[in-house]
């Protein structure tokens, strides 16, 4: 069993910049390839980044956020990192991390949130314009 617990999140500014943090525990960290997504007030969950299950391995992402996010992995720490620059209003949501346990050591974790066996709670980012 896989914990999984997100932190970072806040207020910030238009143009600004967040690093969400998630940290694991329980489980072999780098037998899971990595996702971050996303829920915004009466929208569905979304995906935003994933990461293969190497540190510096295969990074995916949502369109929406290709060059301003970026997702890393730390296995000897046990953490996975989603770096957040040039934020906007639609950025505000609760972000999760979440854990795929399919996922190769090389390719990318999945977009599809149902292929992920374990979530955080989630942390608040809000984004004011």
């Known amino acids: 069993q896989v914990q999984l617990v997100e932190s970072g999140g806040g207020l910030a500014q238009a143009g600004g910049s967040l690093t969400l943090s998630c940290a694991a525990s329980?489980?072999?960290?780098?037998?899971?390839?990595m996702g971050w997504f996303r829920q915004a007030p009466g929208k569905e969950r979304e995906f935003v980044a994933a990461?293969?299950?190497?540190?510096?391995?295969?990074?995916y992402y949502e369109d929406s956020v290709k060059g301003r996010f970026t997702i890393s992995r730390d296995n000897a720490k046990n953490t996975v990192d989603l770096q957040m620059n040039s934020l906007t209003p639609e950025d505000t949501a609760v972000y999760y991390c979440?854990?795929?346990?399919?996922?190769?050591?090389?390719?990318?974790?999945?977009?599809?949130?149902?292929?992920?066996?374990?979530w955080g709670q989630g942390t608040q980012v809000t984004v004011s314009s």
């Open positions: 990461i293969s299950r190497r540190s510096g391995g295969t990074t």
């Open positions: 329980g489980g072999i960290f780098r037998n899971y390839g």
């Open positions: 979440a854990a795929d346990s399919r996922a190769s050591y090389t390719a990318s974790a999945s977009r599809t949130s149902t292929e992920y066996d374990y």
